[in-house]
């Protein structure tokens, strides 16, 4: 049966593909949080077989209010989780990643936000290790405030996690049909139209949110699709970036190689080690490029990738030792 929009407040939606377990824990860390509070639960599973319908079964007998959409082909992670936006009933949406938790009481201080009806909330998350044991970062989106736009433009790159951004549902609905889809980052590209563009109003939640799962040493998820994933991200940027001023737009860019650093050489490295980086994509994104970088990402492209996992490792094992 419909859920009409002025019942609930808040969709908290799982785009999901073949990971369960990351499932049920992401569900569990928020079970007790939700219970008492008018919210739904959407599971949008791209798994052809319906692999995580059991955990949607589940959740339901636990209580919490489940709603379960089987995609009827694989939509990819991008259009899956704009298809949780789009399929939200209430008047916001908060998509998580299946194999992410949530902070105890998130849901609660969340839907206290939304009650003075910001265009977008954003939310604050810290990078946790694989095993969830060990936070890898400080808050990610400390150094921002609603009141500088310099701030904005330096940390949206971080707004590229999805469990970073609650929208309302008709923001989304005024700018998804634009946007490009197949960039990884089709949220990203409406979050920019409506904030650096036509400057809608938000909110920062400056508490932690969400606890994102975050690449370990022995990663095996999406990050075979670093490279992509980086091209991607400029291909979202592109869909408003035009229209920003000079400065602005520099500023955007500039920034955004705190994450993306396909011309480093200990970056290509690593995802040599991940098996994400070869020959093969060497030649898809490097052979035709100036000589310097091609001739860095060449060299990296031939490393044995035994010998890169494991100084990869070395570097994590020292890394958490300082942290």
């Known amino acids: 049966m419909p859920v009409e929009s002025n019942q609930k407040l808040l969709t908290l939606a799982f785009p999901c593909y073949r990971r369960p377990e990351l499932l049920r824990g992401a569900i569990s860390s928020v079970a007790d949080d939700v219970a008492g509070n008018e919210l739904e639960i959407l599971i949008c599973d791209d798994s052809h ?9 589940e ?6 209010n489940v709603r379960y959409v089987h995609n009827s082909t694989n939509l990819g992670i991008d259009a899956n989780i704009k298809q949780c936006f789009d399929l939200a009933q209430t008047d916001y949406c908060w998509t998580v990643g299946e194999d992410d938790r949530l902070s105890p009481g998130a849901v609660s201080r969340a839907l206290d936000q939304l009650g003075a009806r910001p265009d977008i909330l954003i939310t604050n998350y810290v990078y946790v290790s694989d095993d ?11 150094d921002l405030t609603t009141a500088d736009r310099r701030a904005l433009l330096t940390n949206f790159y971080l707004l590229g ?17 634009q946007a490009p889809v197949g960039t990884y980052f089709h949220h990203l590209s409406v979050i920019g139209e409506a904030l650096l563009v036509d400057q809608l109003n938000y909110k920062i939640d400056n508490d932690v949110s969400v606890y ?39 500023l955007l860019h500039r920034s955004s190689s705190k994450l993306f650093r396909p011309y480093s050489g200990l970056w290509l ?54 942290l």
């Open 49 to 57: 077989d319906r692999l995580n319908e059991p955990i949607a079964e």
């Open 212 to 250: 994102n799962r975050s690449e370990g040493a022995t990663s095996t998820s999406w990050v075979d699709q670093s490279l992509a994933v980086h091209f991607g991200y400029y291909q979202a940027l592109d869909h408003f970036d035009g229209r920003l001023g000079p400065g602005d737009r520099n």
């Open 269 to 322: 490295l690593s995802k040599r080690a991940d098996g994400a980086f070869d020959r093969q994509r060497y030649r898809e994104f490097f052979e035709n490029g100036p000589t310097g970088r091609s001739f860095v990402a060449n060299a990296v492209s031939r490393v044995p990738q035994r010998l890169a996992l494991t100084l990869k490792r070395a570097y994590f094992k020292v890394r958490s030792r300082s």
């Open 132 to 142: 969830y044991a060990r936070v890898l970062s400080r808050p990610l989106l400390s």
């Open 161 to 177: 996690f999805i469990g970073a951004s609650i929208i309302r549902t008709e923001v989304w609905k005024r700018y998804t049909d």
């Open 59 to 64: 959740a339901s007998r636990n209580g919490l």
